[in-house]
């Protein structure tokens, strides 16, 4: 979903419109008026803040990557540093093949955020973490860019934004928002929609 029409959706939701049609393509005449600038200025943070609550849900898809040149530590360990991953937030798991086989979990052990240790005694084993990412940044997106997230989650942001900015001066409205967003983000089942960011990737301390 745009990013715009995230915006004008919002509006719609906040009766800004008065029964008028507008989407993303309408944003820079909108701005030009005062019924609607007024909230649209305020959109970007209100937004921001909706994805981190929908990363803190844990709603986000997760991502995948393979690792490779690790330190060996020891017989029996690996060492990845998984900082060096833009948008690594905390791992889910460590799949991969370890003799020959698929293993659906490594062991592993925590030496501070983003430095982990794989327990192995296969020295070719190839390992592929999945992992949860940090909210994508949209301050440089335009109004006509699509938002990094999927459109099931897009499509409950303006119940956010509505909530966010009506939160002084309409606070019944906005509880209701907020509440009709935390339950849409409930019921959103993104566990088994794990993405595939590169076919090779290479993390090493």
């Not at 800004?16 to 200025?41: G, H, P, R, T, W």
């Not at 921001?48 to 690792?67: E, H, M, Q, Y």
């Not at 990412?133 to 989650?153: F, N, Q």
């Amino acid at each position: 979903m745009k990013l715009g029409t995230v915006k004008t959706e919002a509006l719609k939701l906040m009766f800004i419109n008065y029964a008028k049609e507008i989407d993303a393509e309408d944003i820079s005449d909108l701005m030009a008026d005062d019924n609607y600038s007024s909230y649209l200025v305020n959109m970007d943070g209100a937004i921001r803040r909706g994805i981190d609550r929908i990363v803190n849900a844990g709603k986000l898809p997760t991502k995948s990557v393979v690792l490779e040149n690790g330190e060996q530590v020891g017989s029996m360990h690996c060492r990845f540093d998984l900082t060096k991953i833009p948008d690594f937030s905390s791992v889910v798991r460590i799949t991969g093949e370890e003799w020959g086989e698929y293993k659906a979990n490594f062991q592993l052990q925590s030496e501070g955020y983003g430095i982990v240790l794989v327990r192995t005694n296969d020295s070719q084993a190839v390992f592929r973490m999945v992992y949860r990412p940090k909210a994508p940044d949209i301050s440089g997106l335009e109004d006509m860019d699509e938002l990094p997230i999927p459109d099931e989650l897009a499509n409950i942001l303006p119940y956010f934004i509505k909530a966010d900015l009506y939160e002084e001066d309409e606070p019944k409205l906005a509880e209701a928002a907020r509440d009709d967003f935390e339950r849409y983000l409930a019921v959103i089942d993104t566990k088994d929609k794990s993405i595939q960011t590169h076919v090779k990737a290479v993390y090493s301390t």
